[in-house]
């Protein structure tokens, strides 16, 4: 019924990080945020938890 995800929360005012399992329902399509980059950057991006979210904070894509 359901997908297991990461969910990453953050500031970027106070650098504070949280992550945890949420669950997706199977229906659901995500975004994926880093569909429109070239694959090394992409890679280099999801080998590194630090680099990503610096890289999402940047685009704004997930912003609340
Ligand atoms: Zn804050």
């Given at each position: 019924m359901y997908e297991r995800c990461v969910g990453l929360a953050w500031c970027s005012g106070c650098r504070v990080y949280a992550a945890n399992m949420v669950h997706i329902p199977r229906a659901q399509r995500l975004v994926?945020?880093?569909?429109?980059?070239?694959p090394e950057h992409r890679e280099r991006l999801l080998r590194s938890e630090t680099q990503l979210i610096e890289h999402l904070d940047k685009t704004r894509a997930w912003g609340v």
């Open positions: 994926d945020a880093l569909a429109t980059l070239p």
